[in-house]
């Protein structure tokens, strides 16, 4: 199938290329640049992929086991295959790889569910240890003091330097 639209191609190309030049003496002489332009396309049109098997083998490698991507590729492939069978069966393998796709992603979402379920409940049941934890337990026994307010001295940040609330005038 590649074969046959390559060659249609190419014709097409060709006899493109002699008409121009059928019709040179009414638009003149090619240029340099329209006779490289049309090797060129004539020199894509007529390559074909070399090793089309190698190419599919390199590709799936290169999904390597992620099942959405392998699914995608041989989705791809099944298109290009000229029996039925073929086809069929690399729909199948890319279905098969889909139901694999969908059960480890299940899994990663049960395996993460229960680590977080597992995290809270420690978090909950056990007391933060350590000298910060216990520096910020100490603090709060501090503020829990009843002590009058009239003895503590606040500072109003506000205030100028060398002036509290508590006082009248500078320090």
């Known amino acids: 199938a590649e074969r046959a639209r390559s060659d249609a191609l190419v014709a097409e190309l060709t006899a493109k290329s002699e008409r121009r030049t059928l019709e040179s003496t009414i638009y003149g002489v090619k240029s340099a640049w329209d006779l490289k332009r049309e090797t060129r396309a ?30 995608v590729l041989l989705t791809q492939m099944a298109a290009s295959r000229p029996k039925r069978e073929n086809r069929e069966a690399l729909l199948e393998e890319a279905a098969a790889s889909l139901v694999e796709g ?34 910020r337990r100490r603090r709060n026994r ?16 506000q205030s100028p330097p060398g002036w509290r609330r508590s006082e009248r005038g500078p320090k």
Do not use: F
């Open 142 to 157: 501090r503020s829990r003091r009843s002590t009058p307010t009239s003895s503590r001295r606040t500072i109003d940040w």
């Open 102 to 135: 969908e059960r480890i992603e299940r899994e990663l979402h049960a395996a993460a569910t229960r680590k977080e379920e597992d995290t809270t409940t420690t978090t909950t049941t056990t007391q933060p240890s350590g000298s910060c934890a216990r520096r």
């Open 42 to 71: 004539l020199e894509r049109a007529g390559v074909l992929p070399h090793a089309p098997a190698a190419c599919e083998e390199r590709l799936i490698d290169e999904a390597g086991r992620n099942p959405w991507r392998r699914a």
